[in-house]
């Protein structure tokens, strides 16, 4: 018998378990129900700074990209997930490259001082701004993606050519990006990728440095980027006997996925590390060329996990048949439940309930019926106004995707590291919307 069972009150104040694949490394439940990430309180954190708030846990993502750079290979942080300054910063010191894909994300790692010739610029509509941009800042490659661009494309400079594989990575269609007819990339199949390797070759001011794909987001198994190593060297082959030049990068994308509720497939990273430097080795010395170096592009798996949102509840409403818990947040901030379908869970913070845990929806504060953050939340029956929620897995595609619809202006970003908290973003005002709106 356990001390929990022979003292009911023990129980009580025993704060239920953290789940680890979804809340950040330094996340810790206290009795007294608050919630403790990198020594800060989140219920003074909340009085503090207001809520919502985007929380970023910097020990949780030093931690992601040092388990990505222990494999053998190029790791470039995809910016679009987050960035911004101190971000940029953070990811340059853990020795990270970086993928942006706009003159903006190239602006603020340029502004950050993340060294040049370690960004890459992505993008299936990149304009002339963002071309000449990136070449006066001296961008270290530029990833082809239509074959218009390639005239455009101011040199010297590297590139590499974005193949479509064809591959499903059996995920979201919005996410899904290795497949077939499709915006973004070069089709294999199609021979639009080996047009696009000989227009290239014919720029004698652009250099050829490899190939790039990418499956999509949200990608669990490993199968699928195996498949793309064994069709981009069977490329690299056909590049090499017809033009006889060897590429000496093979960038395999990102994608790969992070578990948002407890029990959610996350990426096996490990079952990655050990097979494809493997088929990448097999499928070089069957068709006679030198491996060439790897490049991965994570975004969601550095990012995600590190965040997390905190609102408070402004209002409970009960139907005849739901409890709807409405916080001061919603769409603006997270609109990945309407747009894919995304499931997440909530916890309350900052106090104990002994209260009957039953299902209810977690609702935005926007105008929109839609406007749901978690329909089926496992909250305690007696949550009320006032309580503190948190969300987990927010790192990534939140504050980035955020808006201001409604004009609800947009919440900070707050940096936890070590006992303290920094103000990476700072929470806009309805003085920063009425700054664009000229009377
Ligand atoms: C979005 C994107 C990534 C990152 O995707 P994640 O799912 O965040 O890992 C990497 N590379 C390219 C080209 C992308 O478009």
Redesign the pocket.
Known sequence: MTLAELLPTYRRSLPEKLCTSVWPTSAEAMPSGDLVVSGVSLTELADRFGTPGYLLDVPTVRERCRAYRALDAEIAY?G??FLCRRMARLIAEEGLSL?V?SAGELATALSAGFPAERILL?GNAKTHQELRAAARAGVGRV?VDSLAEIDRIPGPQDVLV?VTPGIDGRTHRA?A?GVEDQK?GLSLAGGQAAVAVARVLARPELRLVGL?C?L????AEVSGYEEAVRRLVAFLAEIAVRHGVTLPQLNL????AVAYCPGDAAFDLPGFAARIPRVLAYECRKHGLVPPRLTL?????IAARAGLTLYRVVTVKHSSTRTYVAVDGGFSDNPRPELYGSRYTARLVGRTSDAQKRSMSVVGRHCEAGDVLIPDAQLPSDIRAGDLLAVPCTG??HHSMASTYNLVPRPPVLALEDGTTEVWIRRETEADLLHRDIA
């Open positions: 995809a679009k997930a993928d894909c992505h990833v974005r996410v990006t973004f790039h990418h999509g987001s949200q990608i994308g990102g994608g790969h592009e994570p975004g969601r798996a990534a595609y």
